[in-house]
Each structure stands twice: as C-alpha cells, then as structure tokens.
C-alpha cells in the first residue's frame, strides 16, 4: 500500500518566479512527516508538488525530481492524472462537492473511475467513513448534501473522500486550521490510524499538533525577503522539536520569530 | 463587467453580498440636498417599475377592443384578417413559428454557447482566453438586420444542401419534410440557425461568468482525486454552474422569441389559404415579423389593436422567460450561500 | 540543475521509466473521452468564429468599396434611384448618430439614477421590485417597445410618427444595460471610502457625487457606451415610428429621418447592383460605428480605477 517519497533537488517556479529552491528529502512508508515553517516559505507549494498539483495553477512548473517508490512522478510518460490517483490530498478549508450528498462525494472518485457495482460503492463508502471516523456520525443521512456538516466532519468527509480511492500517499494541507480545537483532535486521531497505512505528509502551522503527530519533521524558511523558500533541516521530530542542528529551527520552535 | 448582455448573473441586491447597509450616514439624510438627490433616485427607481407596468397598460388598453371584435377565437385561430368590417385574427401560426424558430436557436446556441465558454474558461491558453471571449462578444455588436441580410445574400445558399440533406435522412419525420418550397434559406429552420448565431454572445457570456466563479477548491478537490479535466468539468464546474446555464439559456431563449429584423428579411410568408404543415422546412411569420412587416399599414385602429394583441403576446412570452431566468439565478444565490 | 524528467543517478534506469499501470493509471477509455471533450471544445471555439469571420468578411468585400468613396461621408441619397450609383450615407449616418445621442441624453440620467437608487438608497421590497423590473426592461423586445411607443404616443395623444418617438423606444432598450452596469461599478467602490468622506462631514448626497460617482466614472462610461452600441444597431423599432428618407434631416420634431438601419431596410430587396451595393455600405459602416464604440467602452474600461 504506502509508498516511499524521494524528492532530490527540486526547484519550485511561478512563472519566472522562484519560490521554492533546493528540497531534498526522504519520506518513509507509513510514517508521518509534517512541514512547518512560517507563512509564505514555501511548504505548501512542496507539498503541491507530491502530488503535481502545482501545475494546475498557470505557470506552476517544476526542476528536479520526486519519484514514488523509484518511479519519477514527473517523467514524460507519467500521467499527472494517475498521479493524483495514487496521491491523494485534502486541502485547508473543507470542500466538499456542493452539490452531492455525502455518499456521493465519497464515492465520487471511484465513480469517477468507472466503478458503478452499487453494493461495492455502499461498501467502499462505508469502509471510508469508518475508516475516517465519521460513520456513526452520518450513516443516518448519506443523501443529506455534503455542505450540512460541520466543519470538522466536513473535513472528515473530505479525508474519507480522499481514501476512498485507495492512494499510497496521503497529502494534507493544514488540513486543521479551519477547524475548531474538538475537531482538530479528530483530525490528529484519525492521522495516527491511518498511518498504518498511509505515508502521510501534512503541512501544519500548528508546532504542538506537528509534535503530537509526526515522526518527522522538515522545517521551511525564507532565505531572505524575497528569496525562494527552502528546506532549512529535516530530522526526527524529537530530535527537531528537542536538539535540532540548524540556529534557525531553533529560533522558529522557540518562538523567537515566525 | 455586464460586457453586452446589459445583465449580470451575479447581480444582486446592495447588502446581499454580506456588507452591512451603511447606517453611518443616516444623520445627513434629512438635508435638503439628500432629500432632493435620495428623491430623485428613488424617483428613477419607480420610473422603472411605471414603466414596465405601462407597457403591460396600454398593450393590454389598445388590444382589448380589437379582441372584442374578433369573429374568431384569438388563441386558436390560423387566421390573420385583422382589417375590415369582420376581423378575423389567431395567433396559432405566429406562436408555431415564434416558438419554432426559437427551439431551433436554442438547440444549436446553448450546447455551443457553453462548450465555448467552458473552452473560454478551461481549455484556452491564458494568452487566447480574452481575445477569444471578446471575439465571441463581437457576434453581439453585430446588428440584427444585417444578420437578416447577409444570411438572405449570402449564407442562404449554402443550406440548400444542409435541408435536403436532413430531409434525405429524417425526411420520413413530419418535422424534416424538405419539398424545396419555400427555398431553404426562407424556412423556419434557417431563421432559427440565424438566431442560433445572434444569441450565442448572450448564453456564452453568461455561462462564462458564472463558470469563472466555481471555487477552485471544488475544482483541486476533484483534480486530487484523479479526475481528468474532462471529468473535473463534469464533477465540479458543470454542477456548480447548472444554475447559471438555465438562466443563460432562458435569457437567449427570451432574446429569441423578440428577435425581428432577421427573422423578418428571411422568412417566407405563408398564404392564408396553404394548409399547416408541422415541417421546420417552411415559411411563416413570428409575433415580431408579423408586426415588423405591417408596421406601415397602421391605418385603423381596429387593425393596430390587433397587432398590438400580438406584441402582447409576446411581451407575456418574454416576461415569463425572463423571471423564470431570474428567479434560477436568485434560487441559485440562496443555494450558494 | 537537473529538468524534470532527468533520470536519478543512482536509480536503476529501469525502475524510473514508470508507466501508468504502476499507478492504476485512467483506463483508456478516461483518456479518450478527455481528449475527445478537449476537441469538442475546441472545436466549438473554431465553429463560434466562422459566421464572424463570415460575416465581417461578405460585408467588408461586398461594402468596402462604398466607404472609400468621398461621396459616401459628405453626401445623401437625395435623387439617387435605385439603378443610379452614386450619392453618400451622410443622412443616415447623420440620423443614426443623432437619434443615439439624444437616446444616450434621456437614459443615462435615468438610468444612472436608478443604480444609484439600488446601491445607495435601495432597500427592503421596492428596491427588489426595482431590480426585478429592470430585468424585465432588459427582456422587452425592441418591437414590443416600438410597438409600446406607438400606443402611447400615435395611437393615445395622436401626435405623427416622429424621429423622437424613436428616441423613446430605444431609451426603453438602453436604459436597463445603464442600469446595470453602473450598478456594478458602484458596488466595486469600497466603503472605506464612503465611510471615510461621511467622517468628514460631508453629506451622503455630495459623497455619491463627488466620491462614487467619480471613483467609477470610467465603468460607468464603459457602461454607456457598449449601451448605446446596442440600441444603434436596433431597427424594430425604426421602422413602425420613423419611415425612412433619403435626403439630410436634422430635426427631431419635424418629420422623416433616415438612419442607416433603414437605409438597409430600404433597399434589402433590390436586386439592382448599385442599390446593393449601397446596402453593403450601409451595413459596414453601422457595423465599424458599433465596433467603434466597443472597443472604445473596453479601452475606456480598461484604465477604470476600480478593479474588480
């Protein structure tokens, strides 16, 4: 199931703009890693790049390499769409589809791929919200629209909608800053079980919440002012959160700037 | 922008997009320059509304005599004699053409209006995607009447094959019965591509609009399941924009059943004598043509009162298309947010 | 600097030419529907252009040649017949620009009022029923509002079918596009700076005046112009309250006037060359003044200090 992420010397372009230079890392099968670092470095552009989302936005190009398991996602033979199949995301605010009730948009990417048996949609849609702890709190109203939750089961729904499809890899962008501090626990549980079968990365501005939940941690800065985003260290999360190598990581966890 | 449909779809009442109405002036309303310049706006306002309820007045004034004295049933008669001692006059004929010629347009226009909005929108390169809209717009700048003429000069002869054609494989179908007369470019179903052509700007501008607002995170929330941009389209730009697609449809719809020139330089008329014939392949006249071409023979009152009963007609077909329109576009507003 | 699809130096070469499989890629079915609806809309781009093309193309052949001559700008049509050459469109174009102007001169007050009424003032039911009328306004076909006019004006007070009875007609037509898009521009105002003119004491009327009004001016003229580009083309109306003339008249009250709507009308059934040729003309040059004032409103628009 889970895969393994190798990015190597990735550069990150707006256009001619720079915004993201040098990333090197290594995420492991079944382990979370979370991004921190302050507003504008760079780490959900990165993030982006794991899955080829980046280039949905106009000029969003890449230079460099992240490869899957050994397989180069931006090789020319290499689908952006199979891509997103196999790494899945869940963004900052909830978006669910508004216009689908809540089995619907869990199903939707299966159906998108031309899955149509109804007993195993009810099946997989099931199994998917149990398995992002939202079953006992929906299975009463699957046709309700998506859009009637709450914020935190949205967000649930949205990670159920992501796994339904089954991805090695799951991506999260603050999946948990539009959320209240109840359902941003949800959120933190639900990442610790699905780590046992999913390479997560989460981008998080919350240090406790990467602390709570991380194995590893990658810590972005700014060069300078108007400077491309780099990664400043990646290490353990103990490690980073007790006896990090880099002054800057320090200053950043300490609350000395950011 | 409005751009050249006069309309916005995201129109919406001042204190509707969640800003407060500013309470901070109150205190400067009782001078006589805010009295003065409020009346004034206020005056403009419900100079609309009198407006739009005159129209309704004195159609509805001048067309009730004329009513009196028809010798047939207005809404079920074919006949067209409204001069005379005995005035006979139906609008059967005209309602058949009008909403012909319109079904016609929109079968052709809405498909084609929102594929070229969706590649506006979509599929064009960030360099094409402006140029391209306001090409499209053009269509629009584009005079009805001169429409109406080209096609009788110069495009009409190319869909002389396009009719036999339709007729050699649906001939057998009353609706695409070709026999050659009227000539193809005078029929129903060449007017209605006319039309087709002139309410494309309208139907392509507003879906385009509306196609601009689906929220990126609907549209990344399916790319990041693996949709194709084919699919993305389907699962959050289309059902995000169905809406829109209505009323755009509507207001094209509306735009077509009034349409005038075109329709009245191509259409061949009919005979009162000639049988109805159910084809698209044959002449008549609209509600618009009809008045258009009589508009010199206002001679007696009798007569005038009976076009008008037409125009009234119309004028209740478009009012009726265009607050459905409208009320699609504010059901869509309350679902949003 | 590796590109992007550089192979990785210490990956077996194999291993990093991945196929889709891999990924349980889209089966091609998925793939052929993608490409085929990329295509299609394409294709329906391509389609939308060729009656423009078309269009712009026959008229411009056909009509060119008329324009180049110094007669069509500086005379009229008086004692022209159909089988003669010659003579100009200065009547109708003359007419044309008038009848546009006056409209122009009536309805943007009006309609300029009336969105100040809906963003300013409007609240509660009547702005509703305001808003709902003019949308309304904007639906009414051009002969509905001819025929509307001729009701009131000819039929009711019995007065003659006069070029200002045109004027009212299209007012009728341009007055919701006004409406409309001033609404639009005063709503991209910001109320910081409504709120910051009322700090100042200044009263709510001279803050419309002399803060929102001016802050949109370049929309709202955008507005007018693409308005009145609509109404110049419109013929519906012309031809049940204002019979065509071919000779210069300027006034009005009094009688017939030309335009260049019905000098097309006029002739449409001729099938005398010079005649034609005269519609042509006529045609294209409507045509490049309505286009004219397009770009205009849209290179106006474009230096508009509010931006949406």
């Known amino acids: ?258 | 922008m409005s751009s050249i449909t006069g309309r916005s779809a995201i129109d919406e009442l001042p204190g509707g997009d969640g800003r407060p109405p500013l309470e901070a002036d109150r205190a400067s309303t009782g001078r006589l320059g805010d009295r003065i310049f409020g009346g004034l706006a206020t005056g403009s306002g419900i100079f609309v509304i009198a407006l739009v309820t005159l129209v309704g007045v004195f159609l509805i004034a001048q067309a009730v005599p004329s009513l009196m004295n028809n010798n047939v049933n207005f809404l079920t008669s074919r006949e067209w004699e409204p001069a005379g001692a005995e005035p006979r006059f139906g609008i059967v004929d005209l309602l058949w053409a009008t909403v012909t010629t319109s079904l016609i347009a929109m079968v052709i226009a809405v498909p084609l209006g929102v594929a070229v909005a969706l590649f506006i929108t979509q599929y064009a390169p960030t360099w094409l995607s402006k140029p391209a809209a306001a090409l499209v717009d053009l269509l629009a700048a584009v005079p009805s009447i001169v429409y109406g003429f080209w096609g009788l000069q110069v495009a009409g002869q190319y869909f002389e094959p396009v009719a036999k054609g339709v007729d050699s494989v649906l001939g057998w179908l009353p609706f695409f019965d070709y026999t050659g007369t009227p000539s193809a470019k005078s029929t129903l179903a060449f007017a209605g591509v006319i039309l087709a052509i002139m309410i494309l700007p309208i139907i392509t501008a507003i879906s385009r609009e509306v196609f601009n607002q689906v929220p990126t995170a609907h549209k990344e929330a399916a790319l990041a399941l693996g949709a194709t941009k084919w699919e993305m389209i389907r699962t959050a730009v289309l059902p995000f924009g169905k809406p829109g697609i209505i009323s755009a449809a509507m207001l094209g719809l509306g735009r077509a059943l009034g349409e005038t020139l075109a329709v009245t330089i191509l259409l061949s008329g009919l005979n009162a004598s000639d049988a109805f014939r159910s084809t698209i392949f044959n002449g008549g006249a609209t509600f618009a043509s009809k008045i258009a071409l009589a508009a010199n023979e206002f001679d007696s009152a009798q007569k005038t009162g009976a076009y008008i009963a037409a125009g009234l007609v119309l004028f209740i077909l478009t009012f009726i298309v265009n607050a459905a329109a409208r009320v699609v576009i504010d059901r869509r507003k309350a679902f949003t947010e | 600097m590796s590109t992007v699809s550089t192979v990785g130096e210490s990956a077996p070469r194999a291993r990093t030419t991945p196929t889709n499989d891999d990924f349980g890629g889209r089966s091609g079915g998925r793939a052929f529907k993608d490409q085929l609806a990329r295509i299609l809309m394409w294709g329906a781009f391509l389609i939308a252009l060729i009656p423009l093309v078309w269009i712009l193309g026959s008229t411009l052949l056909k009509g060119g040649h008329m324009l180049l001559e110094a007669d069509w700008w500086g005379k009229s049509q008086a004692g022209i017949t159909a089988r003669r050459e010659g003579g100009g469109a200065v009547h109708a174009i003359q007419g044309t620009l008038i009848q546009a102007l006056v409209t122009a001169l009536i309805s943007v007050p009006i309609g300029v009022l009336t969105a100040v009424y809906l963003v300013e003032y409007g609240r509660g039911r009547l702005a509703r029923v305001v808003s709902f009328m003019v949308d309304i306004l904007t639906g009414i076909p051009s002969i509905v509002a001819g025929l509307f006019i001729y009701a009131v004006w000819v039929t009711t007070f019995g007065f003659q079918r006069l070029p200002i009875a045109v004027c009212f007609a299209l007012t009728m037509l341009m007055i919701p596009t006004v409406v409309r898009s001033t609404e639009e521009m005063l709503k991209l105002v910001p109320n910081e700076l409504r709120e910051a003119s009322y700090a100042l004491g200044v009263p709510k009327w001279k803050t419309i005046m002399k803060i929102v009004i001016p802050t949109s001016f370049s929309g709202i003229v955008t507005g007018i112009l693409l308005g009145l580009a609509r109404v110049m083309g419109e013929t519906a109306p012309l031809l049940i309250l204002a019979p065509y003339t071919k000779v210069i008249a300027t006034d009005l009250f009094g009688g017939l006037m030309g335009t260049l709507p019905t000098m097309i009308n006029q002739d449409r059934d001729q099938t005398l060359q010079p005649a034609l040729d005269r519609v042509w003309g006529a045609a294209l040059t409507l045509i490049l003044i309505i286009f004219l004032l397009n770009i205009l409103g849209r290179l106006i628009g474009r230096f508009s200090k509010v931006k949406s």
């Open chain 1, 1 to 258: 199931m889970a895969k393994r992420i190798d990015v190597k010397d990735l550069d990150i372009y707006y256009g001619d703009f720079k915004a993201v230079e040098g990333v090197s890392l290594t995420v492991e099968p079944r382990s979370v890693t979370a991004f921190i670092g302050p507003s504008g470095c760079g780490k959900s552009t990165v993030l982006r790049t794991l899955n080829r989302m980046h280039e949905v936005i106009p000029g969003g190009r890449v230079e460099g390499k992240v490869a899957l398991d050994d397989q180069d996602l931006y090789a020319s033979s290499m689908d952006p769409v199979a891509v997103r199949r196999t790494v899945g995301m869940v963004f900052q605010r909830p978006n669910p589809f508004p216009t689908m009730s809540i089995r619907d948009n869990v199903a939707a990417g299966l159906k998108l791929n031309g899955v149509k048996n109804k007993k195993r949609l009810d099946e997989v849609v099931e199994a998917s919200l149990k398995g992002a702890n939202l079953w006992n709190e929906v299975k009463d109203r699957l046709d309700k629209p998506g859009a009637g939750l709450s914020g935190g089961q949205q967000q649930r729904l949205c990670i159920a909608r992501a796994i339904a499809v089954e991805p090695q890899v799951l991506l999260m962008d603050e999946p948990c800053s539009a959320l209240d501090p109840i359902s941003t626990l949800a959120i933190e549980d639900l990442i610790n079980d699905l780590k046992s079968q999913y390479t997560i990365v989460i981008v998080t501005h919350n240090m406790q919440q990467a602390a709570r939940v991380s194995d590893q941690t990658a810590f972005f800065n700014l060069k300078a002012t108007g400077q491309p985003g780099r990664l400043v260290e990646v290490d353990d999360t103990q490690r980073i959160f007790s006896n990090p190598s880099e002054k800057a990581t320090e200053d950043y966890i300490s609350g000395r700037f950011g």
